[in-house]
């Protein structure tokens, strides 16, 4: 069984930049969620991607956006970066069934490694 | 953005010790999941726990979902070197817009002396 990879593990930026985040998920999941974890912190909701589409997004702005493939990998992208984005980026995938209500076991997550960005 | 309160902090312990940590909240969520992220890693989940009252046990892990839905610790007995790392507990609300939303904690970060 493959796990969730993250690529890169570590870049930096400069602010003003944009960047592009890459998962691919476990093996038969089929939702990707991304998380934003600052230094000292825990994990933030940014969105999930099921079935190609966005389903649920947390307190960021417009400038974070997502893609789903059909294989179920996913991007996070980033545009006009700020030092504040300084983070780790966590992937983490998940199965969801067409009648899994929000409180099913689907919500357990498999995390990746991360993307640790830095913004200078 | 919102995240649950845990406690503590950090944590210094002798190998053998027994810990306990705990998160609370001032809304009501469904689910409770305590992960553990080493250096360089993502979080691994430990437990899960579905139901109010449900006491969930993993190896020396315990942990339970608090009766009133805000809140929930975790058990770590006979600690060992390995232990050592951040513990973060997550919750899932209800809400149909929710779905795979979870709320961390700040993290409690062990120790464990030999």
């Known amino acids: 069984e493959t796990g969730v990879t993250q690529s890169p593990t570590h870049l930096i930026k400069t602010r003003g930049q944009q960047v592009t985040l890459r998962c691919s998920s476990q093996?038969?999941?089929?939702?990707v969620s991304w998380y934003q974890q600052a230094l000292g912190q825990g994990p933030q909701f940014i969105f999930q991607?099921?079935?190609?589409?966005?389903?649920g997004r947390g307190n960021f702005p417009p400038r974070f956006s997502g893609l789903q493939f059909p294989n179920y990998s996913s991007e996070l992208n980033v545009n006009a970066l700020e030092l504040d984005d300084s983070a780790l980026y966590l992937c983490a995938s998940s199965l969801r069934g067409r009648r899994d209500r929000v409180t099913s076991g689907a919500n357990v997550l498999t995390f990746g490694a991360g993307s640790r960005l830095t913004v200078l | 953005g919102q995240q649950l309160n845990q406690s503590p902090q950090s944590m210094f312990i002798q190998e053998g010790e027994d810990v306990s940590m705990n998160c609370t909240s001032s809304?009501?969520?469904?689910?409770w999941l305590w992960y553990k992220q080493d250096p360089g890693e993502g979080p691994v989940l430990l437990i899960a726990l579905y139901k109010a009252g449900e006491l969930t046990s993993n190896g020396r892990l315990t942990a339970q979902f608090g009766i009133t839905r805000k809140d929930s610790f975790l058990n770590i007995s006979a600690s060992i070197p390995s232990d050592v790392g951040i513990y973060f507990c997550?919750?899932?609300?209800?809400?149909?817009?929710?779905?795979?939303?979870?709320?961390f904690g700040q993290g409690t970060i062990l120790t464990v002396h030999p």
């Open positions: 997550a919750g899932l609300q209800a809400g149909g817009t929710s779905y795979g939303k979870l709320t």
């Open positions: 093996s038969g999941h089929n939702t």
């Open positions: 991607y099921y079935r190609e589409e966005e389903n």
């Open positions: 809304s009501i969520f469904n689910t």
